[in-house]
């Protein structure tokens, strides 16, 4: 059993940055897949960003360039970093992290994002 708490949301200006962190209750380094996904009102969840056990990265269209992911195993922490953010990022950001054999998938509780303009 994982458990994924986010952290670092909160009220940023368009064009500023700001890091979410998603802390592991146990080890990531089993996990196939680490994941940043987000919900915005009304929309349906959608894939920000996630990174493999391996490093690969695979990001959105949206928000190529401006965000990045990465992973401390040693901290059991996923990380996003958000440059150059814009209003559409406005969003409830969940932590997920997938294995496919044996299949785990578990969830954070989300951490909210509000993008002034």
């Known amino acids: 059993q994982v458990q994924l708490v986010e952290s670092g949301g909160g009220l940023v200006q368009a064009g500023g940055s700001l890091r979410l962190s998603c802390a592991a209750s146990?080890?990531?380094?089993?996990?196939?897949?680490m994941g940043w996904y987000r919900q915005a009102p009304g929309k349906q969840r959608e894939l920000v960003a996630d990174i493999t056990r391996g490093g690969t990265t695979n990001y959105a269209d949206s928000v190529k360039g401006r965000f990045t992911i990465f992973r401390d195993n040693a901290k059991n922490t996923v990380y996003l970093q958000m440059n150059s953010v814009k209003f559409e990022d406005t969003a409830v950001y969940y932590c997920?992290?997938?294995?496919?054999?044996?299949?785990?998938?578990?969830w954070g509780q989300g951490t909210q994002v509000t993008v002034s303009s």
């Open positions: 146990g080890s990531i380094f089993s996990m196939d897949v």
């Open positions: 997920n992290a997938h294995k496919y054999v044996p299949y785990y998938d578990y």
